[in-house]
């Protein structure tokens, strides 16, 4: 696996875990932000900014990892790719660094905002 497949895996796992749990998926600017560089043209209209952009980016997406890494404990591609990923100098890095020791006294909705309220009903199992 490539660093460039291994981070698309991950996005993607996060992606996921963003839709599922609050209806909001990334957008490209997210995902070109976690990648490091302008992969994703999806071409789908931007009505509005992200509302993963607003506030502490890496936070948010430390947590969507944390979701991340709990839907895909038992596919071994995720987890080769946070293994290739772990330790590079990067925002996405940084992430998974991050979600390693990741302990919070915030509430996921104050980590997510008011934003992702309204909407958000399911749980992970």
């Known amino acids: ?10 996005i993607e796992g996060m992606n996921y875990a963003a839709y ?10 997210d995902k070109n932000r976690l990648f490091g560089s302008e ?23 430390t947590m969507l990892f944390v979701w991340a890494n709990v839907l895909n404990r ?8 946070r ?6 100098n990067s925002v996405l890095g940084r992430v998974i660094r991050s979600a ?9 909705d104050e980590i997510l905002g008011a934003k992702f309220v309204r909407t958000r009903t399911r749980h992970l199992p």
């Open 39 to 61: 992969h994703y043209k999806s071409g789908r209209p931007v009505y509005e900014p992200s509302p993963w952009a607003e506030g502490n980016f890496e936070e948010k997406m």
């Open 1 to 10: 696996m490539t660093l460039d497949e291994a981070r698309q895996l991950v």
């Open 20 to 29: 599922r749990e609050t209806d909001f998926s990334l957008y490209d600017s």
């Open 74 to 81: 038992s596919v071994s591609a995720f987890i080769e790719a």
């Open 83 to 88: 293994k290739l990923l772990e330790n590079e």
């Open 100 to 108: 390693t020791n990741w302990k919070t006294t915030k509430t996921t």
